[in-house]
Nanobody, 123 residues
Framework: QVQLVESGGGLVQAGGSLRLSCAAS???????MGWFRQAPGKEREFVAS????????YYADSVKGRGTISRDKAKNTVYLQMNSLKPEDTAVYYC?????????????????WGQGTQVTVSS
């Protein structure tokens, strides 16, 4: 079992930045970690992922160049730094874990999910 707790969401103006954190506990060995987001009335969509080692990352086109995912294995925490935020980035952001390839962009293969953290970007 893996437990995930997100933090760092909030209200930010367009053009601003946020760093989301996902603290993991339990059996996280060999798990890839991902960030997804879900806006009201929309399906959950992939944002970024990182391999167990932290050596491989993968990004959705919508955040490429604006987002950076990183992993601190000592703290068992994954971060998502988001810059140049846009109103369309507004969503609940979820952390996910699973023994999946880092290029996995579908939500279903991930086994474990956090409760989500709200990010609201005002124009």
């Amino acid at each position: 079992q893996v437990q995930l707790v997100e933090s760092g969401g909030g209200l930010v103006q367009a053009g601003g930045s946020l760093r989301l954190s996902c603290a993991a506990s339990g059996r996280t060995f060999s798990t890839a970690m991902g960030w997804f987001r879900q806006a009201p009335g929309k399906e959950r969509e992939f944002v970024a992922s990182i391999s167990w080692s932290g050596g491989s990352t993968y990004y959705a086109d919508s955040v490429k160049g604006r987002g950076t995912i990183s992993r601190d294995k000592a703290k068992n925490t994954v971060y998502l730094q988001m810059n140049s935020l846009k109103p369309e980035d507004t969503a609940v952001y979820y952390c996910a874990a699973g023994r999946v390839p880092v290029t996995t962009t579908l939500a279903k293969p991930y086994d474990y999910w956090g409760q989500g953290t709200q990010v609201t970007v005002s124009s």
